[in-house]
């Protein structure tokens, strides 16, 4: 297994002067295909203009990939990014994954909880950069600043589970596993990444670039800590974000029953998907509910290296056909999609349909998509046992799902098709699929139906990375919050919404910046965050200077998604679904015109400083400083 190849890089890179505090000041870069690495240092000014996690990503990407490159191209770089906090005591804190997506075409950022983000920083990296494609399936160790390829045929075709499971019995439990299963071995458009088990870069594809690459897993070890600039300052911070995490009651909801907590109000209002988002409130909710879950399957909390919040919860499968499984818990957004969209109300089979994409590297959000789509293509007749190889497919039916979910991994007949997702699947099939493809600039859509919520529509039709509510989120304050202006924002209303969204936007970019998780979000306030910035790197802002940050960087993925083939005409469009009106919930009879889309996205262009084609206008450009962003620092090779 062992191919002895080795690299000891350069100790100091950064020509002796230091990088911001908080930060190790260089990149890591490996050539799968040239077996080498070296370290780059990071120019200081990128940590201030950009900061790190999310900004430092989009830089990166910009700079390596060579415009127009597919996604499964050798060359798209995939880059783990971390930023200033990450490794600290600052609570919450997730890990970035970036490259080109494979499923839309687009910039990528799929950010990941556990235990590796703090790993890759302690390596003494702010990231690690993969290009190249290796000659046979590989696996890359890297402890500190040594960079290992492994061979990994016996690793090839084993799942997730089992491929941490094996790396760790050989280097032992200290090293971080990020791996991929099946699906993107078989460069599934929707795989994932795992990191280490029940954590994972989920949406946009990134295990297909894993696979594109026949890399199989890293795995992890470092020693060096972070120092920060102002230590009692630093800490008194990370006391303030832990005492607000306390207080915060959304945080304790996390805590008590994860992200499920927040299925009794999407239901309530009819943003909940049920089959195929063809209804918005699911039929027995006290069937599935955070309560429902504790009862059944709850076996202990789960939680992330440093969170107070422990939002995972391990479950212990009790009754059924699949009992005696241990897995991990159902979050919302499987709730969504592979439960109320595929009209599964088993807690226990929604938990071993969670388990089984988990083990075959699906991302569960665009499975129950992809899966709902065919389902509905089944009824409508446009899919039929012929087609599906045998498998009778509807709503409800466990089996035939989950014998579609495995041809979807490996792409075998109809699973062929179904692995390009949602988008790329109706195009394929015609016959007026699009009516119910259920999908935003080509990614699948989430747990938030968006009718009821013209903000989230837009949030939807304007997401850096696809149609994402991790973007923005104005469902928030649409139903019953008032966004920081003090107006309330109604959600069946359009007026004002390109202003909230973009705000929303600009103030989460900034966020990733620093790789926050957004469920600590839901307690620390930004001036906290804006403390343990401060004290750990010295960089001050204050709230205008940090959305600033977040605008820049904003602007930045879009020019980057112009440059790769984006265009609004062909891309900002609702699926036809959202044009029906809300059957149920109290957004009851809510619907998207097509005046209303053109509306929105007028608006928003205004208030982004943007031309009617969605370009960034001169003064842009010039107020953010982008010209001189857009200037290579890191060269391509
Ligand atoms: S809230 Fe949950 S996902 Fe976020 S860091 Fe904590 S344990 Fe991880």
């Not at 789509?373 to 509807?394: N, P, V, Y």
């Not at 343990?532 to 960089?539: I, P, S």
């Not at 809300?582 to 619907?591: A, N, Q, T, V, W």
Request: hydrophobic share 40%; proline share 5%.
């Amino acid at each position: 297994m062992r191919d002895g190849m080795s690299y000891k890089g350069i100790a100091d890179c950064n020509g002796g002067e230091p990088a911001m505090k908080g930060n190790m000041g260089q990149i890591l870069r490996i050539d799968l295909g040239l077996k080498t690495a070296r370290q780059e240092p990071i120019p200081k000014d990128l940590y201030s203009s950009l900061i790190g996690g999310k900004g430092l990503g989009i830089k990166i990407l910009m700079d390596l990939l060579p415009p127009g490159t597919d996604a499964l191209d050798p060359a798209n770089p995939l880059i783990f990014v971390t930023g200033p906090l990450t490794g600290t005591l600052a609570p919450s804190m997730r890990g970035c994954l970036v490259a080109k997506a494979p499923l839309t075409g687009m910039f990528d950022d799929s950010y990941f909880g556990g235990h590796l983000n703090q790993e890759i920083k302690y390596t003494g990296h702010d990231a690690v950069v993969i290009t190249g494609k290796a000659p046979l399936p590989t696996y890359l160790i890297i402890t500190d600043d040594k960079v290992e390829f492994r061979e990994a045929a016996g690793l090839w075709g084993r799942d997730t589970y089992e491929t941490c499971d094996a790396i760790k019995a050989e280097l032992g439990e200290s090293y971080r596993v990020a791996c991929i299963g099946p699906a993107g071995e078989n460069l599934v458009k929707f795989a994932l990444v795992d990191c280490e088990p029940h954590r994972h870069a989920g949406r946009g594809g990134l295990g297909a670039v894993f696979g594109a690459k026949n890399l199989k897993a890293v795995a992890v070890k470092g020693t060096n800590g972070v120092v920060v600039e102002d230590p009692a300052g630093f800490l008194a911070a990370v006391d303030k974000a832990n005492a607000e995490l306390m207080a915060s009651t959304a945080t304790q909801d996390l805590a008590e029953y994860s992200s499920v907590s927040l299925f009794p109000f999407a239901n309530e209002f009819g943003f909940f998907p049920v089959r195929n988002f063809s209804d918005g409130t699911a039929a027995k909710p006290e069937a599935i509910d955070g309560k429902a879950h504790t009862a059944r399957l709850w076996m202990r909390h789960w939680a992330c290296a440093g969170c107070p919040i422990h939002c995972g919860k391990m479950s212990y499968i009790r009754r059924g056909p699949y009992a005696g499984t241990i897995c991990d818990n159902v979050e919302y957004e499987t709730v969504g999609l592979i439960g109320g969209n595929l009209d599964i109300s088993s807690l226990e089979t929604m938990s071993f349909i969670n388990q089984t994409c988990d083990k075959l590297g699906l991302d569960t959000i665009s499975t129950g998509g992809v899966v709902g789509f065919a389902i509905e293509a089944f009824i409508k007749g446009i899919l039929d046992r012929d087609t599906t190889g045998g498998i009778k497919l509807s709503f409800g039916e466990p089996k035939g799902i989950i014998q579609l979910i495995r041809k979807i991994a490996f792409r075998e007949g109809i699973g062929d098709i179904l692995a390009d997702g949602v988008a790329a699947a109706a195009a394929k099939l015609g016959r007026d699929t699009e009516e119910f493809a259920c999908q935003i600039q080509g990614l699948e859509t989430p747990a938030w139906g968006p009718r009821g919520s013209a903000g989230m529509g837009l949030a939807y039709l304007t997401g850096d990375r696809g149609g994402c509510h991790q973007r923005a989120f104005p469902i928030g304050f649409e139903t019953g919050g008032s966004w920081p202006k003090g107006e309330m924002a109604d959600g069946r209303r359009t007026e004002g919404k390109g202003e909230l969204v973009a705000w929303e936007q600009n103030l989460l970019a900034a966020l990733y910046s620093l790789t926050i998780c957004e469920f600590g979000r839901s307690g620390i306030s930004t001036e906290t965050y804006l403390e343990l910035l401060a004290a750990a790197t010295g960089l001050s802002l204050d709230e205008r200077g940090f959305l600033l940050v977040g605008e820049r960087i904003w602007n930045l993925i879009r020019l980057f998604n112009l440059r790769e083939g984006w265009s609004q005409e062909k891309s900002a469009r609702l699926p036809a679904r959202f044009k029906d009106p809300l059957p149920s919930g109290l957004m009851k009879g809510h619907k998207f015109t097509d005046e209303e889309v053109v509306e929105l996205i007028g608006q928003y262009n205004i208030a982004r400083g943007w031309d009617k084609t969605g370009r960034p206008e001169q003064a842009t450009m010039e107020y953010l400083g982008l010209q001189e962003l857009q200037k290579p620092v890191f060269p391509r090779e």
